[in-house]
């Protein structure tokens, strides 16, 4: 080995790529877990081909991002002015709008539409980094920097419309005035109508449809193949639902992926920056014990007692899950008949007509509120199935939450109240904007006194 030169003594290794098989490709929905298959399980894509996202979720403290040279200069000085003898720096009205730019620019980002307390956030940052600005016989000292953060936001979002964003310039109802599909983002949604990908054209983006409904036709459908479609054609598909108002059954021809479990939860991780079961579960199994409690304390809903009734059999997690969605309705003295039915076998073509969105459970045993065994659960939405064989009455629920924000379609109003405690107080999506009386429940749940 003495012998040898250093050159003639490396070793190279030249890797081969095999492909992997198909079959090593496939995901049984069945394996997935509950309350998994957020972004992380989806295929990472290149920036410029998916569709550009935000996280919706501001971090606390917030980050002051870096402004103009000349301004950041003047924000030192007046920092050691500051810190040498507490003067605070007077700012001219042109800095003042550019400061103000900046951070709308950079909240842009992650929200459109920031509520109150989040720009408080970032009044609250910007003084924390920058103490000069703030504002004398102010208790907190950026109180005026909060509402000023507000309404650039206000002006920025204008600006942007008349720019020609897609994503702003919807924000307009149907002239019929009764679309059954909201034209903005009403239920928390961090990206409801996103640019597309900056290398994507419309033609490029219908082949990649076209190439998506090809591969859900064949027998060992590749996923992850379907998952990187998917998400590359984000911007395409909520287009199309936003603005075109689709029939389900039309969705359903040129999106048949978009009715899969799989691609329901990670279009609702698209659209929320969320995970859906994981959510929904969470929150649910936290609060069980406590909706229990309260039923039990609501003598006056005679539905109650049979709903909590069906405990005395089943006392199991799944059972408890199913009596407080199912029952909860009731509880908010709301009407579920047209959106929850119970069906024998062969009677649920019957059962759906009528039914605009709800849940269908089939079984031998339909005269209990809360059947024992289950022969199917399905979701039908306009009078059509668009899944069935789901796990239990839980994950249909679920799974429907997920089917309203990916359809964009409005909670039925019978049951306003129930969705919104589903979405804001189980789900914890914009919980800082509960109606009064759904805010009465979350109340009456948290207080230790039931």
């Known amino acids: 080995m003495s012998d040898l030169t250093e050159e003639m003594t490396t070793l190279r290794v030249f890797q081969k790529h095999v492909p992997e098989s198909s079959n090593d490709l496939e995901t049984s929905i069945d394996e997935l877990s ?72 950079a909240l842009f980002q992650i929200k459109t539409h920031p509520t109150n307390g989040e720009c408080s956030i970032v009044a609250k940052a910007l003084v924390d980094k920058f103490p000069c600005l703030k504002e004398a016989g102010s208790r907190d000292g950026w109180y005026a920097w909060k509402y000023s953060i507000h309404y650039k936001m206000g002006n920025f979002r204008q600006q942007l419309r008349i720019a020609g964003s897609v994503e702003l310039s919807v924000h307009k109802r149907s002239a019929s005035g009764d ?77 048949s992926a978009l009715f899969t479990e799989r691609q329901i939860d990670a279009e609702f991780t698209r659209i929320v920056s969320k995970n859906l079961k994981q959510s929904f579960f969470h929150g649910l199994d936290e609060l069980v014990p406590r909706f229990l409690r309260l039923y039990r304390h609501r003598e006056t809903v005679k539905e109650l007692p049979a709903f909590l009734a069906s405990l005395d059999a089943d006392n199991s997690n799944q059972q408890k899950r199913a009596v407080v969605l199912l029952a909860l309705p009731h509880f908010l003295k709301e009407d579920p ?71 964009n379609i409005q909670y039925p109003k019978g049951l306003r109240y129930m969705f919104e405690v589903i979405q804001k107080v189980i789900m914890k999506i914009g919980e800082n904007t509960c109606s009064s009386r759904v805010n009465g429940v979350r109340n009456k749940l948290m207080s230790t006194n039931m």
């Not at 919706?56 to 403290?61: K, M, S």
């Not at 009403?186 to 640019?195: G, I, Q």
């Open 337 to 407: 008949s047209h959106f929850f039915k119970i069906c024998k076998p062969n009677e649920d073509t019957e059962a759906i007509k009528g039914m605009d969105v709800g849940i269908l459970i089939v079984t031998e045993d339909a005269e209990r509120p809360v059947p024992k065994e289950v022969v199917d659960v399905v979701l039908a939405v306009e009078e059509s199935v668009v899944l069935r064989k789901l796990k239990d009455v839980p994950h249909a629920f679920a799974l429907l939450m997920g089917l309203l924000y990916v359809l």
């Open 179 to 255: 679309s059954k599909r909201p034209k903005k983002a009403w239920r928390s949604e961090v990206n409801f109508l996103p640019e597309h990908p900056p290398n994507k054209t419309m033609e490029m983006l219908e082949q990649d449809r076209s190439n998506l409904q090809s591969e859900m036709t064949k027998k060992n459908v590749d996923w992850k193949k379907v998952d990187a479609l998917m998400d590359s054609t984000f911007s395409l598909r909520r287009k199309e639902i936003i603005k075109e108002e689709p029939l389900v059954k039309d969705l359903q021809a040129r999106w």
């Open 34 to 105: 509950d309350s998994t298959l957020d972004t992380a399980s989806l295929p990472s894509t290149s920036s410029r081909d998916s569709t550009p996202k935000r996280s919706g979720y501001l971090p606390d403290p917030f980050v002051i991002p870096k402004f103009p040279t000349d301004i950041e200069l003047r924000l030192q000085r007046g920092n050691e002015a500051y810190y040498r003898d507490g003067s605070l720096l007077d700012v001219p009205r042109s800095i003042r709008s550019d400061i103000l730019d900046t951070l709308a620019e």
